[in-house]
């Protein structure tokens, strides 16, 4: 398959998607933005109302935290099981395997746009003003969207491959939730060391805190650090597209007999 008619393929998948989600509510497309903003309300409530965060700007910083935590976790629990979802059109055609998760997460894209387009609103009226400092959402999303990509993908594959992996999963986003500093503040442990080590440890964390770098505290990124996590996440989805293609009929067969 040619590659202009492969991303065309994610696009159309991606649109009809979008169109049969929202045709299935009363709301259609309101719950793009509608259900991430509750999850946040029920974060907000617990964390500050109930806890006393005790910070005064804590619904902007969950806000960048746990809108950019909700497209990392939707993105790669939805493409993780997006081939056996298609099992019944993988039995019928031969179309490369990574065709399905990249299509979950272009969809996972197209709605991410609008929550960013509101975050950034929000975060505009409630005095954080943008500056210069804003062009680095540009290489941060990049970043963060080929993190999605290289994680959907790997888990798309152990899915096919061990069905049981798809328990395990929920089990790393929970893991992922409480770890990656999306209530909490990575950079006010205490212990340099530790918020070092927790930053070059867990991709998200860092990714998180390089979003509030920007909306929040206007400043810059570890460019270097975003980089090499570009290029990691890069090498991975090269590694990743290719076993897929040459093991497309050994997936085939495992979902159509799993």
Not at 84 to 89: K, Q, W
Not at 107 to 128: D, I, P
Not at 173 to 184: A, D, K, N, P
Request: proline share 3%; net charge positive.
């Amino acid at each position: 398959m040619q590659l202009a008619n492969y991303f065309q393929l994610v696009d159309v998948r991606a649109r009809m998607a979008l169109r049969a989600d929202a045709s299935r509510y009363l709301l259609g497309y309101t719950w793009w933005i509608l259900e991430p903003l509750l999850f946040v309300a029920v974060f907000y409530l617990v964390f500050n109302v109930v806890l006393n965060s005790g910070r005064a700007d804590f619904l902007a910083f969950l806000m960048c935290g746990k809108l950019s935590f909700i497209w990392f976790s939707k993105s790669v629990s939805q493409a993780s099981e997006s081939i056996f979802a298609a099992r019944g059109l993988i039995g019928k055609i031969n179309a490369p395997k990574s065709l399905f998760p990249v299509a979950v997460i272009q969809e996972g894209l197209y709605k991410q746009g609008a929550v960013f387009l509101l975050l950034a609103a929000f975060l505009w009226s409630s005095g954080y003003a943008p500056s210069y400092h804003w062009l680095w959402l540009a290489p941060i999303i990049v970043v963060n969207y080929l993190l999605i990509v290289a994680c959907a993908l790997i888990g798309a594959y152990l899915v096919c491959v061990f069905r049981d992996f798809s328990k395990v999963i929920p089990l790393g986003m929970t893991f992922l939730l409480f770890t990656s500093g999306i209530f909490w503040d990575v950079n006010a442990l205490g212990d340099p060391e530790k918020t070092s080590l927790i930053l070059a440890a867990n991709p998200l964390a860092f990714i998180i805190d390089a979003y509030r770098e920007v909306l929040m505290y206007q400043s810059s990124p570890d460019s270097a650090h975003l980089l090499l996590l570009g290029m990691g996440s890069a090498l991975l989805i090269i590694a990743m597209l290719y076993a897929m293609e040459r093991s497309s009929k050994y997936l085939a067969l495992k979902v159509l007999t799993g």
